[in-house]
């Protein structure tokens, strides 16, 4: 995708109010068509960096650029871009057919043009019979489908998205999501797509910028962000059930390995960052699902003998929560096994699936 | 979970007793001792203030003669409307005898520019407050509140000298522009409060739409206001109505509003006291505050809530 060009390119962005620092020397390159979604908690800069990309906020430091045109002090409705919000923020006293004209209307479009980009977005969105209301008459989803509408007849090289699910139900959220990504697959735009669930930012980036307190974290594909996480906030932020960490110490030397209390596990299959193993506190993170039981474990590479704890059965699996060493441990089975509290079991799992993080960095080793 | 399934059954039995149970509305019990304390205390306290004005009405009613037998609570025994007429076009108050009349069209000629200019002055300058938070706004806010709290009779003297200066002093145009410039600090708090309450994420789209400082205001903002026009046109008119302050000093006898006019007519000492005009003209002068609240009661009300919860 890179091939195709830059789409969005923020350079140094830093942005201050007073003497606090919400975004710190920030850069990010999104690609001609690209999907990126920002992942993050509340108050990490998420939704402000999407503002600054916008145009509402104005920024301390650094340069925007959207399609190579500096953009930087740009009035929002000179950057080519469309904007849908979370609370939709559909005008109540209009109609929808004049909620998606408005802004065609204020740029002096003609009106053949107008009713033909409307019926456009409305055909793509199915929202055809519903022109004629007033939002006060809509459902969430509806109301969530003219918002993006609105942005969509404005004919714009980028799409902003900020938090657009958030305010429906866990059923129309997920339908939305997949029309989400059908509409992008479709459009080919450029997407910038702001949220703090991690299933919409798997289902739907190209690449995921999970951002803490202004700093852009990891930014790359969804798959090598769950797999390969860079830090420990990352790993344990991405993933549900969360990650397992469990904290010890690594000795270098061949196999290096990882000790916590009575447990010794082998790094020999652990791919090491750059600069190779290095004795000293770590910590050692293992997802759920990546964990083997009963038969399956003693055919792992490493495979150890804990107790049942807890059973939390959530339907289409079960997790099973243990101890390794003397940190909680869980794991995930499949639904159908039975087991109860106190029950022994035999846990294994591959350590070149697993995560090693510096105890004082954080940082992936 | 088999052991869980039996009194899990029994709600849904409950269900069906109830649905089978008795129906149609909730009894009601009108004599309730709540009731009695609610309902009597209101009345109680409507009559109270009541009183005077039905004190008004009737001896605005009755012809002097019947005013002189000293029964102020009894109802005329013989109705005129003389002293209506008498207060609206015929009182006297010095030099020219043509009643209210006279200071009712100067009230209104204050009054409508009045309201109209401080109203939307202060629109404005809420919404450049609330949404648009240009350098400084904090401050400018933090001044002009100050100034709601300064009483206006420090400021009449200093006025009075802007006005010569600029050569409004006497007119009903000087009196307009006070009357704005007073209005200001708490329409302008007013409309702040109510386009701060209002979702910012509305004035963002239409910023990314498009719309400018007035294409913001005029098409997005005003059609969404209503209520607050609606208070705010309350507040200005029943203030402005009633001065009498400014009114007094701001303007010559031709062009005194109707209050001022009201005071001359009722304070005027040569003859008799004549308590029915005087009554019949206070019920006048009232008149216009009392129609503008009947009949936009019901948003002001509204208006006032949207305003308070999100203040």
């Known amino acids: 995708m890179a091939a195709n060009g830059t789409s969005v390119s923020i350079q140094d962005l830093s942005l201050n109010f007073g003497a606090v620092s919400v975004l710190q020397t920030l850069n990010l390159d999104v690609a001609e068509g690209e999907f990126i979604v920002l992942l993050g908690p509340s108050g990490c800069g998420k939704s402000t960096l999407l503002n600054c990309i916008a145009g509402l906020l104005d920024i301390s430091e650094g340069r925007i650029f959207i399609k190579g045109k500096n953009v930087t002090w740009e009035e929002p409705k000179d950057r080519g871009i ?5 609370s939709y923020a559909l005008y109540p006293q209009m109609t929808v057919e004049k909620n998606l004209s408005f802004g065609l209307r204020v740029a002096g479009v003609p009106k053949d043009e107008i009713t033909k980009r409307i019926a456009r977005a409305a055909e793509i969105l199915q929202i055809e019979p519903l022109l004629q209301r007033k939002p006060a008459a809509l459902s969430g989803g509806q109301r969530q489908r003219v918002a993006i509408g609105r942005a969509l007849v404005r004919d714009v090289d980028v799409f902003l998205f900020d938090e657009p699910l958030s305010n429906l139900d866990a059923k129309l959220r997920s ?18 797509y702001v949220t703090h669930d991690q299933i919409e930012a798997m289902t739907l980036a190209d690449r995921i910028a999970v951002m803490k307190g202004g700093v852009i974290q990891q930014l790359d594909a969804p798959q090598t962000i769950y797999n390969r996480p860079v830090n420990r906030f990352v790993a344990g932020f991405l993933g549900s059930p969360a990650m397992n960490f469990v904290e010890g110490q690594l000795e270098a030397g061949a196999p290096a390995l990882f000790k916590s209390g009575s447990v010794s596990i082998p790094l020999d299959r652990y791919a090491f960052d750059g600069a190779g193993s290095k004795s000293g ?5 293992i997802r759920p699902e990546h964990i083997a039981f009963g038969e ?22 079960t997790l099973v929560w243990t101890k390794l060493g003397a940190h909680n441990f869980s794991f995930r089975v499949e639904a159908e096994k039975t087991l109860r509290n106190g029950d022994p079991v035999r846990i294994g799992f591959d350590p070149a699936r697993a995560s090693l993080f510096d105890s004082q960095s954080g940082n992936r080793m | 979970m088999a052991d ?3 009194p899990a059954a029994t709600p849904s039995g409950v269900a069906r007793a109830d649905a089978s149970g008795p129906s149609g509305p909730k009894p009601r019990h009108v004599f309730s001792r709540r009731n009695i304390f ?33 029964n102020i609570f009894s109802p005329p025994l013989e109705i005129t409307f003389e002293p209506w007429v008498k207060a609206w076009s015929q009182a006297c108050t010095g030099l020219n005898c043509d009643g209210l009349s006279r200071g009712f069209w100067n009230s209104v000629r204050i009054t409508v520019p009045s309201v109209i200019l401080s109203i939307a002055i202060a629109s404005v300058n809420g919404y450049a407050l609330a949404n648009w938070r240009f350098k400084g706004a904090d401050t400018f806010f933090v001044i002009l509140i100050v100034g709601a709290f300064i009483p206006y009779q420090v400021m009449i003297y200093p006025i009075v000298i802007i006005l010569r200066e600029i050569g409004l002093y006497g007119s009903l145009s000087g009196l307009v522009i006070v009357h704005s410039i007073f209005g200001m600090p708490i329409l302008t708090l007013l409309f702040r409060n109510y386009f701060t309450s209002m979702p910012e994420e509305l004035f963002r789209a239409a910023r990314v739409d498009g719309a400018g400082f007035w294409g913001i205001y005029l098409r997005i903002m005003l059609p969404m206001s209503l209520p607050i026009f609606v208070v705010a046109v309350i507040l200005q008119v029943t203030g402005i109505w009633n001065d009498f302050l400014f009114g007094v000093v701001y303007t010559r006898p031709d062009t005194y509003p109707m209050t001022v006019q009201l005071n001359n007519i009722v304070n005027s000492v040569q003859g008799v006291k004549e308590y029915n005009v005087n009554m019949a003209a206070t019920i006048l002068t009232g008149l216009v505050p009392l ?19 999100k203040g």
Do not use: W
Request: proline content about 4%; charged content about 15%.
């Open chain 2, 38 to 70: 609610l309902y009597g205390t209101l009345i109680v306290v409507a009559v109270y203030y009541l009183l005077p004005l039905y004190v008004m009405v009737v001896t605005s009613l009755k012809g002097m003669p019947e005013i002189r037998l000293g």
């Open chain 2, 4 to 6: 869980h399934a039996v």
């Open chain 1, 175 to 192: 339908e939305l999501r997949v029309e989400i990504k059908l509409l992008h697959r479709k459009l080919q735009n450029t997407m910038i």
């Open chain 1, 281 to 285: 506190a770590c910590v050692f993170g």
């Open chain 1, 296 to 317: 399956a474990a003693n055919s792992m590479p490493f495979a150890t003998d804990a107790a049942v704890e807890i059973v939390e059965p959530m339907g289409s699996d």
């Open chain 2, 291 to 309: 129609v503008v609240y009947f009949i936009s009661g019901k948003l002001f009300v509204r208006g006032i809530a949207a305003g308070a919860v």
């Open chain 1, 82 to 86: 469309g904007m849908v919000f979370q």
